[in-house]
């Protein structure tokens, strides 16, 4: 059974910092990317960033330059170093793994940045 487990969400003050770190274990094979979703009160799921194996990356407009996608393909594990926080990037954070044509989530982790 495949599971991915998120830490690091919290509470920050506008311009802080938060990283986030997403773990999958069990038995997964041949993943082809790693990424960071979320989703604010009242609104659609969106893509945050998204790392291949190979390590390309894809951010969102709204996160580009503050946000940084990173993994460690030895550990199946994924980073999102978040800096200059906005209240706009308040929302719940989810951790998505593709392997060929199956799709991960994990339960999602909580970030809220205060005013």
């Known amino acids: 059974q495949v599971q991915l487990v998120e830490t690091g969400g919290g509470l920050v003050q506008a311009g802080g910092s938060l990283r986030l770190s997403c773990a999958a274990s069990g038995r997964i094979f041949n993943i082809n990317s790693m990424g960071w979703h979320r989703q604010a009160p009242g609104k659609q799921r969106e893509s945050v960033a998204i790392?291949?194996?190979?390590?390309?990356?894809s951010y969102a407009d709204s996160v580009k330059g503050r946000f940084t996608i990173s993994r460690d393909n030895a550990q199946n594990t994924v980073y999102l170093q978040m800096d200059s926080l906005k209240p706009e990037d308040t929302a719940d954070y989810y951790c998505?793994?593709?392997?060929?044509?199956?799709?991960?989530w994990g339960q999602g982790t909580q970030v809220t940045v205060s005013s």
């Open positions: 998505n793994v593709r392997a060929g044509p199956v799709e991960y």
């Open positions: 790392i291949s194996t190979g390590g390309w990356t």
